[in-house]
């Protein structure tokens, strides 16, 4: 695989795992998606560059796959706690970078923590195709679907942002894309000036079309 951009390993071809997978492909990223089960591997092999049959809790199975060179690993593993825990486990003991793991309850997501997990996410909470935005833009800190094909989302001020004000980043012109509000010091400013300066920690509030939010989103994505 080309390390022109991030590449993603994606275990468990569940709803859960195979939604962020698709999202992440339709994005342009390069996938490789990883089951035990050969049916689920087949459904999505159209959709991701890579899609294997493997079993996740087998050390020398992942590291054949190198997938220590991922830049992020995603454990969506279904019901089988055991498995996961065993996953992960594994995946940090090979170096894996960083490793997001779908957790089932609370006492589940407590023990990936522990053993290293960097994200623990839990399906209710987190749908597969919020954690696909925050994958490609950690500033995303919410991500809320007005319809299919408008979107609110919360943008964390990146580096490239700040110190700049909002007419002179004039995103309505550059992106169509309005912002309604800036959120600083946890106070919402619906008038924030348009001579303000951003600063560390200021969030913008945006609403858009869902195909120019992706564009802001991947201009502004940072390491």
């Not at 195709?129 to 925050?134: D, E």
């Amino acid at each position: 695989m080309a390390k022109n951009k991030k590449q993603y390993a994606i275990i468990g071809m569940g709803r859960f795992g195979s939604s962020v997978a698709k999202f992440l492909c339709d994005m342009g990223y390069e996938v490789l998606a990883i089951d035990d089960n050969a049916e689920r591997v087949q459904d999505v092999v159209n959709i991701v560059t890579h899609a294997v049959s493997a079993d996740s809790t087998d050390e020398e199975a992942m590291r054949a796959l190198g997938i220590r060179n991922f830049d992020v690993v995603v454990v969506a593993i279904g019901e089988d706690i055991q498995a996961s825990i065993l996953t992960t486990l594994i995946l940090k003991d090979l170096g894996v970078q960083k490793i997001i793991v779908k957790a089932q309850n609370e006492l589940h997501g407590k023990v990936l923590n522990k053993i290293g997990a960097d994200k623990v996410v839990f399906p209710e909470r987190d749908m597969g195709l919020r954690v696909a935005h925050n994958l490609i833009s950690p500033n995303i800190m919410e991500h809320i679907d007005l319809s299919h094909d408008y979107s609110i989302v919360e943008l964390a001020a990146p580096t490239a942002m700040r110190g700049k004000n909002l007419r002179e980043l004039d995103i309505r012109a550059e992106y169509q894309c309005n912002v309604m509000a800036v959120k600083r010091n946890d106070q919402m400013n619906i008038s924030f000036p348009s001579d303000e300066p951003l600063l560390k920690g200021d969030i913008l509030v945006i609403v858009g079309r869902n195909e120019q939010l992706t564009r802001l989103e991947q201009a502004y994505a940072e390491p």
